[in-house]
């Protein structure tokens, strides 16, 4: 019985969310999950709502206790560990091949092979160690794309490198520090080498911030800002273009900010790099123009829990946490991969990035609105100490796609951000009022 799954007979599908799908990497079809689809052995099924995951590990114990692995409903697979998992419908376009071979049966299943408008594409990712980037990686790795993976973390960068490879694409990593030209270039040199001459699509995504008034931050942490944050897009770009217009085609995406619209007080560093992109992408595309088939993407993300705001430069004095409200950052991951397959010049993602990219032609005085409200915030913080953070060098500590923001309960940051959209939205309301009267 596969009702209260919201699966339809015969249809088959996967695991949307694109950090857990290396662990899920086959297909669900009529209540059973199989590896491939020429292993007619199920290794998983629905008792009920209850999925029962026969998995075991390297000690051949069951993965999951009592191989109760979760519960399902309308398409969504809670696991018992509390992650939620939404399955979505495979489509012609996204088959799932057979595993082995005639000549190899082997009890070990590998990751299964899919094909797609992404399979073999060489996509260049910068800052893949965490946050948006190691989203995207595995979000490119799981459409069959062959990555080069790329950021300052060598131990981190070759976590991701694993995960990747658990999809069953090709990737390599290149340690890389984009405020360094012959790095840069380098990156590209072995992207092309690994690509047999082709560079698919650069994301330029390799990013750092600095928090603190103007001049009590140093002025090498706003050098170091622009270095990575503008500069380091424009290297990126710089050695990408070339290869793009040898074939005639390519795809160049920006990881941009609502701070590309809006200013940011107490980051003026970041604020001057993500205004600057917008110069830079548009001026790249008016060059652009007798190559139809070489795309410029913007991506503009609303702010999103990854752990940008724990390990950034902190001059401020205070504790910083993201103001509200705070997004998953797989909904960036979903979105370059979207413009990959069908170019768009610009995409925010969550609600609050559009409503801010409207108010920044709608509301006078914005930046001033949010100065105040960041200096309430921040005086409201707990004191912390000064730190340049990441700025320099890596940071400690285990990386990951998440900061943990979400799950935390403190309101005070969450009624900020409620402040200033409503604020916001008040203010387009009123003005779009006075405009049609």
Known sequence: MIEQTGMKPGERYCVENVERAHQFPGFFQDGKYYLGPELLTAIGWFEGNRFIYDNLDAEGEPVFPDRVAGT????????????????SRLDA?????PLFNDEEQSSTASPPTITGPLRGKVVVITGASSGIGRAAAHAFACKGARLVLAARDEDALFDVLDECTDCGTDAIAVTTDVT???????????AAEFGRGRI????????????????????????????TDLIGYLRGAYVAIPHFKAQRSGILINTLSLGSWVAQPYAAAYSASK???????????????????????????AVMDTPGFRDGGNYTGHALKPPGPIYDPELVAKAMVDCAISPRSQTTVGASARLAHLA???????????????RWGLDRSPSAGISSGNLFEPPSGRRCIDGGWRNQKDKTQLLIGAAIVGLIAGFVYAKSRRTRG
Do not use: M
């Not at 399902?72 to 399955?87: A, C, F, H, P, R």
């Not at 376009?93 to 091949?97: F, G, M, P, V, Y």
């Open 72 to 87: 399902i409903e309308g398409l969504t697979l809670k696991l018992v560990d509390g992650t939620s998992l939404q399955l």
């Open 93 to 97: 376009s996204a088959t799932i091949l």
């Open 360 to 374: 920044s032609y709608l509301v006078p005085g914005l930046p001033l609105l949010s100065g105040w409200l960041t």
């Open 200 to 227: 698919d699509i650069w994301i330029n995504n390799a990013g750092v911030g600095a928090v603190g008034s103007f001049e009590d931050t140093p002025l090498e942490a706003h050098e170091q800002v622009i270095q």
């Open 180 to 190: 360094q030209s012959d790095q840069v270039q380098a990156l590209a040199g072995h």
């Open 275 to 301: 205004f600057g992109l917008r110069g830079l992408t548009d001026a790249l595309r008016g060059e652009l123009t007798e190559f139809p088939n070489i795309h410029v993407c913007n991506i503009y993300p």
